[in-house]
Each structure stands twice: as structure tokens, then as C-alpha cells.
């Protein structure tokens, strides 16, 4: 539901704030191809629904006629949004500068000396003073590195194909939507306003960097092949780029948003396991009310005093 309300959120943001983000609703479907987890999802689409979150089971039938998939069925899901990520965050600075923010994008911070008063920041070329510090990297850096146990490094890969003209789209049958699977590691894809393909998955620990580079030729490969076994119109389809991304995750699969013990006056926005874009807005918002010593006691299972 947090997460829920976050994306919403977020959607609504940006269109208040007339963002130019290629922001557009998308249904999601979550399928297997196994029918032991096909049971498993059911019972899950219940929950869900309990919850009040919501969902329509897709049997065999309608699994093929929403994604082209033959698979044991799935999830479909409604309040799901995709945007470029690139074009938002710089919409929401353009905003933020308007608002009275000072922009320093190459003003590297070396060292942060937080007390009970506020922060002492030092760069480069001087320092600056303030009441808190908000540390968003996505894990643990070397500067925080009493905390980098806490986290999870993994690597995921992902392609895009050029784009997909209308013929080989209707032969594969997949709609304009979300998609992911059960698999272990999962796969994932979407479309792109300029009709190509994201095919993404693979994931795996975090390797060392002189392996990085034959990892990424390896799941490329093996990502075209699973993405011919699912679609067959894209057999001769080469990937036109292919990239690694690295995320951390958690050991109960939440972030850790607020202070620590350890650093005072800082604030941490960490460890999204891959769900970054969903998890914003609600970090932001538990950040804003912790500053406002207005934290709520929902807020505190992201803290980090949930698992020691």
C-alpha cells in the first residue's frame, strides 16, 4: 500500500507541476509459467485484494491474449505508471531552484561531521553548514561504511531492441504494458515511447569490476535467448544496447528511510532493491516528517532500528 500510494503520489506531482516526463499510466502483469505458483498467485491475488489493492486473475487464455505468452496465468494490475526518469529529475530541479534550492551538481562532498546542532559539510573548495544532511546514494558508499553490512549488492541487465514495427508487435501479442515473471532470477520488460523493447533480468551478485564486462556480453546473450523463447517474431532481433545496473536490497526487502545512531543529523534513503522510482515520494515524505519531528508509527518500519 505504501508503495501504492507513493507512485500515485509522485504521478500526481509531476503532472501538478506540468513535467514533460513521457509519464503515462501502464497496466503491470505478474505471470508464471508454472502451475504450483499459478496456486501460490491466486491465494496472493486474494491477499492483495483483502488489502484492498486490487487485481484480476488471468487465466491460460487471457494470459496469451493480453502478453502472447503461454504461461500457467498471472496478475494483471492497474495503478502503475512508467516515466524517463531523466527528464523528471531535472523537471523537479528546474522546480526546486525556481523555489529558492542551490544547485551545486559538481561539488564533491569528502567529508560530513554531523552534531546534536546540525552538519558540517566539506568539499573540494571550502565547506558549507546546515541543519541535516540527506544521504540518497541507492546503498552504502565507503563513507558510510559501518552500514554497507546492512545491504545486499546485485547486479541487474537489461537490453532494448530497436524498434519493433507494428507487424512483429501484433504477431507477439504483447500489449502495451508491464510484464515480469516468477523465475528465479526474474525477467522483466516494458515498451518504450519509441516502440523498442526493455528486456531485463539475470540478476546476481555484485561482481568484481575486471568481471563486470564479460558478465554484461554473457546475460546480454543469454537475454536475447530468453527473449526469442518467449517471442519468436523477434528471432534475427539484436539488441541494440545493453546495459548492467546495480542496486542494493535488504534483508526484509524494505528500504531504510531516517536517522541512524551512528550519524547524527543525517538522513538516509537507502537500499530500494530495484524500486526506486516507486519508493521516492514516500522517502521524501517520511524525511520531510522526521525533520518535523512528526514521524508517524507506520514510518518506523523503514527505520533502521527494525533489524540490528
Not at 507541476?17 to 501460490?40: C, E
Not at 544547485?103 to 571550502?126: F, T, Y
Request: proline share 5%; charged share 25%.
Amino acid at each position: 500500500m505504501h508503495s501504492r500510494a507513493s507512485v500515485r503520489g509522485l504521478t500526481t506531482l509531476l503532472q501538478r507541476l506540468r513535467i514533460s516526463a513521457t509519464l503515462r499510466a501502464v497496466p503491470s502483469v505478474h505471470w508464471t509459467g508454472d502451475t504450483n505458483r499459478a496456486a501460490d498467485m491466486r491465494r496472493e491475488l486474494a491477499r492483495r485484494r483483502a488489502a484492498g489493492i486490487g487485481g484480476r486473475w488471468l487465466t491460460t487464455a487471457a494470459l496469451k491474449r493480453e502478453t502472447g505468452i503461454d504461461g500457467a496465468g498471472g496478475i494483471l494490475t492497474h495503478g502503475n505508471a512508467q516515466l524517463d526518469p531523466y527528464r523528471a529529475c531535472l523537471g523537479l530541479a528546474v522546480h526546486a531552484r525556481a523555489a529558492g534550492a542551490r544547485l551545486h551538481e559538481h561539488s564533491s562532498a569528502r567529508r560530513i561531521i554531523g552534531d546534536r546542532q546540525g552538519v558540517r559539510i566539506e568539499l573540494d573548495r571550502g565547506e558549507l553548514c546546515a541543519d541535516w544532511a540527506v544521504i540518497a546514494t541507492g546503498y552504502a558508499t565507503p563513507e558510510f561504511k559501518p552500514l554497507a553490512g546492512r545491504f545486499r549488492m546485485s547486479s541487474t541487465y537489461v537490453i532494448a531492441t530497436p524498434p519493433v514495427g507494428a507487424k512483429t508487435r501484433r504477431e507477439m501479442g504483447l500489449g502495451d504494458l508491464m510484464l515480469w515473471d516468477t523465475n528465479t532470477p526474474y525477467h522483466y520488460a516494458r515498451w518504450t515511447p519509441d516502440h523498442r523493447l526493455l528486456f531485463g533480468g539475470g540478476d546476481e551478485p555484485k561482481l568484481p569490476q575486471e568481471a563486470r564486462r564479460h558478465a554484461l556480453d554473457r546475460h546480454t546473450s543469454r537475454l536475447k535467448d530468453d527473449l526469442v523463447a518467449l517471442y519468436p517474431a523477434l528471432r534475427g532481433v539484436s539488441p541494440e544496447y545493453a546495459w548492467e545496473g546495480l542496486f542494493a536490497a535488504t534483508p526484509d526487502g524494505l528500504p531504510y528511510i531516517g536517522t541512524n545512531r551512528r550519524y547524527p543529523r543525517h538522513l538516509f534513503a537507502l537500499g530500494y532493491g530495484g524500486n526506486g522510482m516507486a519508493f521516492t515520494l514516500l522517502a521524501a515524505q517520511i524525511l520531510l516528517r522526521t525533520i518535523q519531528r512528526a514521524i508517524t508509527p507506520e514510518d518506523r518500519f523503514f527505520g533502521f532500528a527494525r533489524t540490528r
